[in-house]
C-alpha cells in the first residue's frame, strides 16, 4: 500500500476554513477522516470549511454532544470529538463502527488516538500542527 502526503500552512482560520472547503471536494461516502492534533490547531475550523463545501452551515465542535450529524443534499457529515472519554468502552458505546464504510456519510473523529480499533481501510489521516502562533501545519496522509 502506498501513501501520498500533502502538506498546507495556514496562516489565518479562514485559512484553515478554506481549505477544509477545498478537502471537501475530495471526500467519499464511507470514508472515515481522522483529526490529530493539539488543542487550538484548527480541526474543527477545517470540519467547518468541508461543511461549506457541503453547504451546511452551523457545524459546531462535537466536544460535547460527542456527535453531531449533519445533512447536505449529496451525503451526511458525522463529527466526532473523542477529547472527553476517558476509555476504549465509552467510545466504542458511540457506535462509531455504525458510520463506517456507510454509503451515505463521511466520518471525521477528532482525538482518534482514543478509539481502540479505527478502521484501516478508506481512511485517511490529517494531522495539525501549531508551528507558531498564527501558523498552522496541515499534513494529510491518504493510502493509495
Known amino acids: 500500500m502506498m501513501m501520498t502526503e ?24 464511507g470514508q ?6 493539539d488543542l ?7 470540519v467547518k470549511g468541508v461543511g461549506d463545501y457541503l453547504g451546511i452551515s452551523g457545524v459546531k465542535s462535537p466536544s460535547f454532544t460527542l456527535i453531531n450529524e449533519y445533512k447536505s443534499d449529496k451525503i451526511y ?8 472519554l476517558e476509555d476504549f468502552n465509552q467510545v466504542e458505546a458511540l457506535g462509531l ?19 481502540k480499533f479505527p478502521p484501516q481501510h478508506n481512511t485517511v489521516k490529517i494531522f495539525f ?8 501545519e496541515i499534513k494529510i496522509q491518504e493510502a493509495q
Open 6 to 29: 500533502d502538506i498546507f500552512i495556514s496562516h489565518s482560520e479562514s485559512d484553515t476554513r478554506n481549505f477544509g472547503y477545498s478537502y471537501g471536494k475530495r471526500i467519499k461516502p
Open 32 to 37: 472515515v477522516v481522522l483529526l490529530y492534533g
Open 40 to 46: 487550538g490547531t484548527g480541526k474543527t475550523v477545517f
Open 77 to 84: 457529515l458525522i463529527h466526532s470529538d473523542l477529547y472527553r
Open 97 to 115: 463502527d455504525d458510520y463506517v464504510n456507510s454509503d451515505d456519510c463521511v466520518l471525521f473523529v477528532e482525538w482518534p488516538e482514543r478509539w
Open 129 to 136: 500542527k501549531a508551528v507558531n502562533e498564527f501558523e498552522r
